[in-house]
């Protein structure tokens, strides 16, 4: 079941354009990757999602309904959750505050124990830490913080922009073992990454994006063995 589906996008910063005619479909119960070199435009794409940049041109639907004009407060409310570059936690509140802040929807308040519960038997580091600053923790266990945040707010649709981005290559392997298990409790998961190898690993689907339009799709593994994926952004020979 379609859960977002964007059509073609445009969108940028003051009178420059960086998404020209973008258009994807993440799927209920799927990872749709979308993967890239630096300055494709996949952050930009994951803010337009979220609602933090506005639309010049183009639609964007939520289980069929237009949201496209929605400000991020309502696309929260109604489970488009973003977890953002570079985590963006609260540095002097525990982890436990953190994560409290993130059931901010009714629906996610009614349920934030039993949610809280999950995320603390997700990520057991943070369950240890749970009284610590969130400023004081590693990157890693910062942006299991993150992720944590992000579930807490019970999203339908999970954005997760360079959710390893300056980890270390261990924590990173974490982040790519806990995406499909999002997936498998029926998120739909779209995940914007640099390192594109892995990344359509775990992806059923997903959107090649450079200079700020869709270049190539379709299933991840197809992806990972093109031939000219392999030569533009795996450094392969394609042979």
């Known amino acids: ?32 990757a979308i993967v890239g070199a630096n300055g494709a435009g996949k952050s930009t794409l994951m803010r337009v999602l979220a609602g933090l940049l ?10 069929g309904a237009d949201i496209t004009k929605l400000p991020p407060h ?62 004081t923790l590693s990157g890693g266990e910062q942006q299991m913080l993150a992720l944590g ?19 270390a290559p261990a924590i990173a392997k974490d982040i790519f073992r806990i995406v499909p298990r999002l997936r498998d409790a029926g998120l739909a998961v779209i995940i914007a990454e640099q390192d594109l190898r892995r990344t359509l690993r775990i992806a059923d689907f997903a959107y090649v994006l450079e200079n700020g339009t ?13 031939p000219d994926v392999q030569r533009a952004y795996l450094g392969l020979s394609g042979h």
């Open 74 to 135: 309502a696309r929260v409310a109604r489970g488009v959750v973003l977890v953002p570059e570079g985590r963006l936690i609260f540095p002097d509140l525990s982890v436990h505050e953190n994560l409290i802040l993130g059931s901010v929807t009714p629906h996610a308040q009614g349920v934030r124990d039993e949610t809280l519960a999950q995320v603390y038997a997700m990520f057991p580091r943070l369950a240890e830490r749970r009284s610590q600053a969130g400023g």
């Open 214 to 226: 869709v270049v190539s799709s379709g299933k991840g593994k197809d992806l990972e063995n093109d």
């Open 54 to 63: 506005p639309v010049s041109r183009g639609r964007l639907e939520l289980d």
């Open 1 to 32: 079941m379609t859960a977002l589906a964007a059509t073609g996008l445009h969108a940028g910063y003051g009178d420059i354009e960086v998404l020209r005619g973008v258009s994807i479909t993440a799927r209920t119960g799927a990872v749709t």
């Open 149 to 167: 945040r992000g579930l807490m707010a019970r999203p339908g649709v999970l954005l997760l922009d360079e959710p390893t981005l300056g980890l």
